[in-house]
């Protein structure tokens, strides 16, 4: 599969923004996905994941309360809804894919990786 993130931006603190996960294919619903993001000078960090239905989610403590993850399989996309954004959020921003059974939190467990969308959060 292949996946093309989208929807980063330069955004205020405070503010919104929703990042989008665009997959290639006809078995999006067959993956697990998940969100990760890197800060320059730090590890690509697990921010959030969804299983295949989209009935179960799971969130770093980082951004519980003010995040949300989604999918719509019928339109192969994976979204990222983020609010109350603060600059510590600021990050290249990677969707991805897992072939495993279940979502994870590691990204050694993620199979297929979007190009990553820049989100920079202003105070």
């Known amino acids: 599969v292949q996946l093309q993130a989208s929807g980063g931006g330069l955004v205020q603190a405070g503010g919104s923004l929703r990042l989008s996960c665009a997959a290639s294919g006809r078995t999006f619903s067959s993956y697990p996905m998940g969100w990760f993001r890197q800060a320059p000078g730090k590890e690509r960090e697990f921010v959030a994941s969804?299983?295949?239905?989209?009935?179960?989610?799971y969130y770093a403590d980082s951004v519980k309360g003010r995040f949300t993850i989604s999918r719509d399989n019928a339109k192969n996309t994976a979204y990222l809804q983020m609010n109350s954004l603060k600059p510590a959020d600021t990050a290249v921003y990677y969707c991805?894919?897992?072939?495993?059974?279940?979502?994870?939190?590691?990204?050694?467990?993620?199979?297929?990786w979007g190009q990553g969308t820049l989100v920079t959060v202003s105070s």
């Open positions: 991805a894919a897992t072939l495993g059974g279940s979502h994870y939190d590691s990204r050694l467990m993620y199979d297929y």
């Open positions: 969804i299983n295949r239905s989209g009935g179960s989610t």
